[in-house]
Every structure is written in structure tokens, then in C-alpha cells.
């Protein structure tokens, strides 16, 4: 089981169609924190001791900053490694078109200080009342994956969400010049930089193509992150959010 401070904090960077079924409630124990760590009086204690070792409680508290509006286009989003997977199949959602605020929650206080706990795009005002997971159109289950469980697969230590649009234009950018990435990775780091609250930081707002891409370093670095669908009382989209897992939240209390 993950320990509550990881020891190492990986780099971070290395250089359903229409029809299909609806998604299944996959709503986690820690899911009540995707809402309460965005309000402004969010307070917690945490238990950072190692097994066997006395409890020993420290404060945790979250910066909330709005990184940028996503531009949805097609309707169609994909969150994924923006380096990596701009030709993802986008998620098995219908997103309205617009612009929807993209918010951080990093985390302050005595541990993982500045690394982003969730990453939350604000679809409607309306407020979540599930979680379910969010998976994309072409997520197949299979006997080693029974329960097609899905998450951000993230390999240079930076996920984004992005309209189908925009992950296209990327595509396409990439192909035609292979140094295309060259001019994100120094706008993001150097946003990065400029973060407050943040550590090791990556921030980018791109636009390409009819829409942009919207990123964000992921939690502590590479590796497979959740993403979740907020559903609010009459069963329509209220929110997407992507979470890091940056704590063992079951050892944290309000």
C-alpha cells in the first residue's frame, strides 16, 4: 500500500460511443474530498507516522487556483499525457461545448507541500452528488482487466485534459515538425516556476487548433491516475476530475 510520503517524487519530465453502455459507479471511500478540499475553509489532519510507529497528526490544507477555461469543441475530451497520448480515444462522455474553468487543488502544509492533489474541470455549477469513473470510448474488459479499470497512463510527468479537437491539431503539429513540443515544455516550466504554493511545478494553456490543451504536473510524477465523472441530481455531467493520489486519505480527518 502506498505510504503517505512517498520517498521518491518521480521527474517530471524524460526529455463510450453513442449507444454504448452508461459508465459503472466506481465511487471511491476518499470521493467526498473531491468537492470539500476546493472550499476555501477546507482544514484537515493527517497521520504521517510509519507502520509501527506512534500517530503523529499534521495539518494539511489545499491552494486552489484556476489554471485556465478548457475549450470544448467536439464535445468529446480526452484527459491523458499531452506528450504522449494526443491520439487517445476521448472519454465515453457527452461534454457541453463551451469554456469550463479548470481548477488545481495543491497541497500546502507540513507534507507533499506544492504537489497537486486533484485536477477538476467545473462543467456546470450544479453540485456533484456521485462519482463515477470516467473511462474512454475504446475501453474494452478482458479476463486480465474484468472490471476495465482505467486510469491517465502518465510518462513524462504531466497529464492534461484537452478537447478530441485539439489532440487531432497536436497530432497532426507533431508530425509535421518534430521539435513542436519543444516550445510547450519551456512555457509550461517556465509557468511552472511562477506557480505559488507549488513545487516542481508544469502549467500550460495552449491554444491549437479550434480548441487547446490544458496541463498540469501530475501529482508525483509518472505513473496511472483516475479519472472520475461528478454527476449531479438529475443524472447530468457537473464536473471532471483527475486524481493524483498523493495521500492515503484514509488517514485523514476534518
Do not use: C
Not at 489545499?62 to 485556465?68: G, I, Q, S, W
Not at 499531452?82 to 462522455?93: G, I, K, R
Request: aromatic share 10%; proline share 6%; hydrophobic share 45%.
Amino acid at each position: 500500500m502506498r505510504t503517505f510520503i512517498q520517498s521518491l517524487m518521480a521527474a517530471i519530465f524524460v526529455a463510450t460511443a453513442p449507444g454504448a453502455a452508461p459508465l459503472l459507479a466506481q465511487e471511491p471511500l476518499h470521493s467526498a474530498f473531491f468537492t470539500r478540499v476546493f472550499s476555501p475553509d477546507f482544514i484537515a489532519t493527517a497521520d504521517d507516522s510509519l507502520p509501527g510507529e506512534k500517530p503523529r497528526p499534521v495539518k494539511i490544507y489545499f491552494r486552489v487556483t484556476e489554471l485556465a477555461k478548457l475549450k470544448v469543441t467536439s464535445g468529446k475530451v480526452i484527459a491523458a499525457d499531452p506528450f504522449v497520448s494526443t491520439d487517445q480515444q476521448p472519454l465515453a462522455l457527452d461534454v457541453p461545448k463551451g469554456e469550463h474553468p479548470v481548477n488545481l487543488a495543491i497541497l500546502q502544509g507540513a507534507m507533499g507541500r506544492g504537489r497537486i492533489a486533484f485536477a477538476r474541470v467545473e462543467i456546470t455549477d450544479r453540485p456533484v452528488v456521485r462519482w463515477e469513473m470516467a473511462k474512454p470510448e475504446d475501453m474494452m474488459r478482458d479476463a486480465e482487466n474484468p472490471e476495465g479499470t482505467w486510469g491517465i497512463s502518465v510518462d513524462s510527468g504531466v497529464a492534461a485534459f484537452f478537447d478530441q479537437d485539439a489532440g487531432r491539431a497536436t497530432s497532426e503539429a507533431v508530425k509535421a515538425d518534430e521539435t513542436f513540443f519543444d516550445s510547450w515544455l519551456e512555457n509550461g516550466q517556465n509557468a511552472g516556476i511562477r506557480a505559488k504554493g507549488a513545487a516542481g511545478a508544469f502549467r500550460l494553456a495552449v491554444d491549437i487548433g479550434p480548441a487547446n490543451v490544458i496541463a498540469f504536473d501530475a501529482g508525483w510524477g509518472e505513473g496511472v491516475y483516475s479519472v472520475y465523472a461528478g454527476i449531479d441530481a438529475d443524472g447530468n455531467l457537473a464536473a471532471l476530475l483527475a486524481d493524483f493520489d498523493i495521500l492515503d486519505w484514509s488517514r485523514v480527518t476534518e
